[in-house]
């Protein structure tokens, strides 16, 4: 399924004009967030990526490694190829679900109406399992009366599938994936709210699976996990099969493993650097910041060598606030800015990024 679903996506991806990019906004010098950043984070171009001359206009980003720009602010992402050179992304505040590459084109896959006050908007999305026949998105979004799961199809309304998730001013970011074809995982934030999040009868807090796909009033979601914070991203394990999990809590930000008892805790951060996005791969969990603009990695633990060790920073300060981040089997991380939210915008922001990982190099040692 997901080789179809890229297929699809990398078709798509060449059909439009490169003039749908220059809509953002006026020119202006760009500028980095950091430039003293040390060798080891510089971006890593693909060697089999021929040089591409830069098309004018003012949302071109002369970082090789940048591969979208000029976006609204974000949310999920994921790559829309196998090399991570297309993406997908989410922009948070207009409720389009994009795909775009290197000097573009931009190409709307879908848009949904969205209440983006607070870190509300579009959350999150997912491909049908069947996307390559039926076209169907699931999106979670925020409305202005609750978080919702929707299924946006061409041509079409959003269809309801998963309504009455609490929303707040804060604490909506959320995410979702299919785990099987009938198995859809959410997470969900506890919309400010801790009381919501530990409690049985509320949606808020919660990771759960939703088995039923039909507009209207299905049966209520299977819950894995309770007392979950706010922006709660997951991160599943292609290798091992584990369910990873990053949230933000009053005290403490954490990645946390979905075991057969329950969460148990792998890390914390008490200083709470903003975790907003995790992804696995190549025996290593990452995680992104928004307030200190990292990249970290930690071991990902196995039934060999179930320790984990200290997190180490890996990126720093290059890219400005971080947000959401997906991982691909080669080793490739795709991530997302939240500078026009959180940080200091350049004139090509939000911007996503193709970045391999010293770890994952062929140069690690």
Same mark, same amino acid.
């Not at 948070?92 to 775009?100: C, P």
């Not at 991203?233 to 990873?244: F, K, V």
């Given at each position: 399924?997901?080789?179809?679903?890229?297929?699809?996506?990398?078709?798509?991806?060449?059909?439009?004009?490169?003039?749908?990019?220059?809509?953002?906004?006026?020119?202006?010098?760009?500028?980095?967030?950091?430039?003293?950043?040390?060798?080891?984070?510089?971006?890593?171009?693909?060697?089999?990526?021929?040089?591409?001359?830069?098309?004018?206009?003012?949302?071109?980003?002369?970082?090789?490694?940048?591969?979208?720009?000029?976006?609204?602010?974000? !949310? #999920?992402?994921? @790559?829309?190829?196998?090399? /991570?050179?297309?993406? %997908? $992304?989410?922009?948070?505040?207009? *409720?389009?679900?994009?795909?775009?590459?290197?000097?573009?084109?931009?190409?709307?896959?879908?848009?949904?109406?969205?209440?983006?006050?607070?870190?509300?908007?579009?959350?999150?999305?997912?491909?049908?399992?069947?996307?390559?026949?039926?076209?169907?998105?699931?999106?979670?979004?925020?409305?202005?009366?609750?978080?919702?799961?929707?299924?946006?199809?061409?041509?079409?309304?959003?269809?309801?599938?998963?309504?009455?998730?609490?929303?707040?001013?804060?604490?909506?970011?959320?995410?979702?994936?299919?785990?099987?074809?009938?198995?859809?995982?959410?997470?969900?934030?506890?919309?400010?709210?801790?009381? !919501? #999040?530990?409690? @049985?009868?509320?949606?808020? /807090?919660?990771?759960? %699976? $939703?088995?039923?796909?039909?507009? *209207?009033?299905?049966?209520?979601?299977?819950?894995?996990?309770?007392?979950?914070?706010?922006?709660?991203?997951?991160?599943?394990?292609?290798?091992?099969?584990?369910?990873?999990?990053?949230?933000?809590?009053?005290?403490?930000?954490?990645?946390?493993?979905?075991?057969?008892?329950?969460?148990?805790?792998?890390?914390?951060?008490?200083?709470?650097?903003?975790?907003?996005?995790?992804?696995?791969?190549?025996?290593?969990?990452?995680?992104?910041?928004?307030?200190?603009?990292?990249?970290?990695?930690?071991?990902?633990?196995?039934?060999?060598?179930?320790?984990?060790?200290?997190?180490?920073?890996?990126?720093?300060?290059?890219?400005?606030?971080?947000?959401?981040?997906?991982?691909?089997?080669?080793?490739?991380?795709?991530?997302?800015?939240?500078?026009?939210?959180?940080?200091?915008?350049?004139?090509?922001?939000?911007?996503?990024?193709?970045?391999?990982?010293?770890?994952?190099?062929?140069?690690?040692?």
């Amino acid at each position: 399924m997901v080789a179809a679903v890229l297929a699809v996506l990398v078709v798509l991806n060449g059909c439009a004009d490169f003039t749908d990019q220059d809509r953002a906004k006026d020119a202006g010098a760009f500028s980095a967030n950091n430039e003293s950043a040390a060798k080891k984070e510089q971006p890593r171009p693909s060697p089999t990526e021929p040089p591409v001359p830069p098309p004018p206009g003012p949302c071109v980003d002369p970082d090789p490694a940048v591969i979208a720009t000029c976006l609204a602010s974000t !949310a #999920a992402v994921m @790559p829309g190829d196998d090399q /991570g050179d297309v993406t %997908v $992304v989410a922009e948070r505040t207009t *409720g389009r679900i994009l795909t775009t590459k290197r000097y573009g084109p931009q190409r709307v896959l879908a848009t949904a109406p969205v209440d983006s006050s607070g870190d509300g908007g579009l959350i999150d999305f997912a491909f049908s399992p069947t996307y390559s026949q039926d076209r169907l998105i699931y999106a979670l979004i925020t409305t202005p009366s609750d978080n919702r799961i929707v299924r946006l199809a061409p041509g079409d309304v959003p269809k309801p599938i998963l309504v009455g998730i609490p929303k707040g001013a804060t604490g909506n970011m959320g995410a979702m994936f299919f785990r099987t074809p009938g198995e859809l995982v959410v997470a969900t934030g506890n919309a400010g709210d801790p009381a !919501a #999040a530990a409690s @049985p009868s509320s949606l808020a /807090g919660k990771i759960m %699976v $939703v088995t039923s796909f039909r507009s *209207g009033a299905n049966p209520p979601p299977r819950i894995l996990a309770s007392g979950l914070g706010s922006n709660v991203s997951l991160c599943p394990s292609t290798t091992t099969g584990s369910l990873y999990f990053a949230e933000q809590t009053p005290t403490e930000d954490r990645v946390q493993v979905l075991e057969s008892s329950g969460p148990k805790v792998l890390w914390t951060w008490p200083d709470r650097p903003q975790i907003a996005g995790c992804a696995v791969t190549s025996g290593a969990i990452f995680v992104s910041t928004t307030r200190t603009q990292h990249i970290e990695a930690l071991t990902e633990p196995t039934r060999e060598k179930p320790a984990v060790t200290p997190p180490v920073v890996v990126l720093e300060k290059r890219y400005g606030a971080l947000g959401r981040m997906v991982a691909l089997d080669n080793g490739i991380l795709q991530f997302a800015t939240v500078n026009k939210e959180y940080g200091k915008p350049v004139s090509t922001d939000d911007r996503v990024v193709k970045w391999l990982p010293p770890s994952s190099s062929e140069d690690r040692t």
